[in-house]
């Protein structure tokens, strides 16, 4: 047994079920499945443990600042504090191409917003030597973004949080201008996605410099998974995805700090804008925007 607490947040499905299932199948003593939807996140955890695993549950809603409270007063009461978080509740947007403000606001507040909820309310709780995985995604990559002011701007050493938010600004006021250039992008698919992502991944290193006391924050692109988000296309299983995320948060040496990883468990260098990233097989990408295309509102 190891006696650890852990907390997945959006983990009633896809990787975040995977993560939790195998951070109970590794030993871990406590492991927290948190879901927006109470009753999909108790189905889920009975579910697993008709599998004999033996997981619990918390209602958490990332992008409601009481429920986040709520979550952290009952830490604070019936725990010792944290030693594992999973940010991994994300939402991919309802656009292959282009995006309405609505949609994209959305997609950033859930992706990236919510972090500096959690940040705020959970990160005073994580003990030390705590770890924690921004769930991120190949699309969180700099080599995303054609636009060089943006590249130059978050790739600095001294990159802050105003520097961040200014950036889902400017793609936000872009688009509720219609002054948004599918140029600015290596790839004109999901771009709120894209924005949003980025933005967590930049933000994984300004957390690792201010945290302190022994803790780790890294970034994570898990893969190509055949979950719900991508319609059931992709490259891994949910079991296969679930591996590297839980080497980091149990087997990687803590000296890994403000990385992205991807999902071999190497490490990526997250300003390197010349990596050559492309590892998806063109027609399973191709069945996935055929799949997302259909149900495009």
Request: charge should be positive.
């Given at each position: 047994?190891?006696?650890?607490?852990?907390?997945?947040?959006?983990a009633n499905k896809g990787i975040g079920l995977g993560i939790v299932k195998e951070l109970c199948?590794?030993?871990?003593?406590?492991?927290?499945?948190?879901?927006?939807?109470?009753?999909?996140?108790?189905?889920?955890?009975?579910?697993?443990?008709?599998?004999?695993?033996?997981?619990?549950?918390?209602?958490?809603?990332?992008?409601?600042?009481?429920?986040?409270?709520?979550?952290?007063?009952?830490?604070?009461?019936?725990?010792?504090?944290?030693?594992?978080?999973?940010?991994?509740?994300?939402?991919?947007?309802?656009?292959?191409?282009?995006?309405?403000?609505?949609?994209?606001?959305?997609?950033?507040?859930?992706?990236?917003?919510?972090?500096?909820?959690?940040?705020?309310?959970?990160?005073?709780?994580?003990?030390?030597?705590?770890?924690?995985?921004?769930?991120?995604?190949?699309?969180?990559?700099?080599?995303?973004?054609?636009?060089?002011?943006?590249?130059?701007?978050?790739?600095?050493?001294?990159?802050?949080?105003?520097?961040?938010?200014?950036?889902?600004?400017?793609?936000?006021?872009?688009?509720?201008?219609?002054?948004?250039?599918?140029?600015?992008?290596?790839?004109?698919?999901?771009?709120?996605?894209?924005?949003?992502?980025?933005?967590?991944?930049?933000?994984?290193?300004?957390?690792?410099?201010?945290?302190?006391?022994?803790?780790?924050?890294?970034?994570?692109?898990?893969?190509?998974?055949?979950?719900?988000?991508?319609?059931?296309?992709?490259?891994?299983?949910?079991?296969?995805?679930?591996?590297?995320?839980?080497?980091?948060?149990?087997?990687?040496?803590?000296?890994?700090?403000?990385?992205?990883?991807?999902?071999?468990?190497?490490?990526?260098?997250?300003?390197?804008?010349?990596?050559?990233?492309?590892?998806?097989?063109?027609?399973?990408?191709?069945?996935?925007?055929?799949?997302?295309?259909?149900?495009?509102?």
């Amino acid at each position: 047994m190891i006696n650890k607490v852990a907390v997945v947040t959006g983990a009633n499905k896809g990787i975040g079920l995977g993560i939790v299932k195998e951070l109970c199948r590794r030993g871990v003593s406590h492991v927290y499945l948190t879901a927006r939807d109470e009753k999909r996140g108790v189905e889920a955890v009975n579910n697993l443990k008709v599998e004999g695993y033996n997981p619990l549950f918390h209602q958490l809603d990332i992008t409601n600042e009481e429920s986040v409270i709520r979550f952290a007063d009952f830490i604070k009461t019936e725990l010792r504090g944290i030693d594992i978080l999973f940010n991994n509740a994300a939402v991919a947007g309802d656009y292959v191409t282009g995006a309405t403000y609505e949609d994209a606001k959305r997609v950033i507040s859930v992706n990236f917003d919510s972090i500096l909820t959690i940040e705020k309310y959970i990160f005073p709780l994580l003990n030390n030597n705590a770890r924690v995985i921004n769930v991120s995604s190949d699309l969180g990559h700099l080599s995303k973004l054609k636009n060089k002011y943006w590249i130059n701007t978050l790739s600095k050493d001294d990159l802050t949080l105003v520097n961040v938010k200014k950036f889902t600004e400017w793609f936000l006021d872009a688009v509720k201008n219609n002054t948004f250039k599918e140029e600015d992008f290596s790839l004109p698919y999901f771009l709120s996605y894209v924005v949003s992502k980025i933005a967590l991944s930049a933000y994984t290193r300004i957390q690792q410099k201010k945290i302190g006391r022994g803790i780790s924050i890294n970034s994570l692109h898990p893969g190509f998974v055949k979950t719900s988000m991508t319609k059931e296309t992709g490259m891994l299983t949910i079991e296969q995805a679930s591996d590297t995320p839980v080497y980091l948060a149990l087997d990687a040496d803590q000296s890994i700090k403000g990385k992205y990883i991807w999902f071999d468990k190497t490490e990526k260098d997250w300003t390197n804008i010349s990596l050559d990233l492309n590892y998806v097989n063109p027609s399973v990408f191709k069945e996935l925007l055929d799949r997302r295309a259909r149900e495009m509102p």
